[in-house]
Structures are given as C-alpha cells and as structure tokens.
C-alpha cells in the first residue's frame, strides 16, 4: 500500500500564498502521475492540478496562472504552491497518485490518496 502524506495547510489571507507538500516512500514514485484535487464543504471533490511521471503539467482553469505544481523525485515529494489565494480556494486539499505515469482530472483514474491537508482563505 502506497502512502501519501499532505502537509503545509494553514489559515491564509487572501492574496496570500501556500506550497503544499505530499511525500511518499515509496521508491517507484517517479514513474507515478501525481495530482492534487480538493473538497469544499457540501461540493464534490475537483480536479486542481496534475503532474505526469514525464512531468508535463495541467491545471484546473480556477488555478491558472495562481497555482503550480511541481514535483522533486530525489526526495519522492509533489508539490503545489499556491499564489494570490483567495475565499473560495478554502477546501480539503488531496493529493493522489496514478500508477500509470499519466494524469487526469477524474478522481476514478487514482490509485492511491493521502489524507488531505485544510486551507483555509480569509477575506
């Protein structure tokens, strides 16, 4: 079983800024897709952003431009940093990994989950 495990949640300003991290032991990290989706309270869980193992990237049209991801596979970690925040950013932030390599913005095609780490946005 193949561990996920969010950090850098916080309670945030907007127009503030976040880098989330989510690491794993797991060696075979680098051929896996990663992405990172979140949940508001009474909404579904959306796509925000995916990187792939080739590390071609994609992103939610909410987040462009504000958010990036990227990942370091010398320490088996993906990232999301997060710029220019705002209210409705506020939700349960997921990471997930896809063990094909690919990415995608439908939740079904991950293999594994972390727990979810909160960012709250204050106006």
């Known amino acids: 079983q193949v561990q996920l495990v969010e950090s850098g949640g916080d309670l945030v300003q907007a127009g503030g800024s976040l880098r989330l991290s989510c690491a794993t032991s797991?060696?075979?990290?680098?051929?896996?897709?990663m992405g990172w989706f979140r949940q508001a309270p009474g909404k579904e869980r959306e796509f925000v952003a995916g990187i792939s193992w080739t590390r071609v990237t994609y992103y939610a049209d909410s987040v462009k431009g504000r958010f990036t991801i990227s990942r370091d596979n010398t320490k088996n970690t993906v990232y999301l940093q997060m710029n220019s925040l705002r209210p409705e950013d506020t939700a349960v932030y997921y990471c997930?990994?896809?063990?094909?390599?690919?990415?995608?913005?439908?939740?079904?095609?991950?293999?594994?989950w972390g727990q979810g780490t909160q960012v709250t946005v204050s106006s």
């Open positions: 797991e060696r075979a990290f680098y051929t896996y897709g």
């Open positions: 997930a990994a896809q063990t094909s390599g690919s990415t995608s913005s439908t939740p079904n095609t991950y293999d594994y």
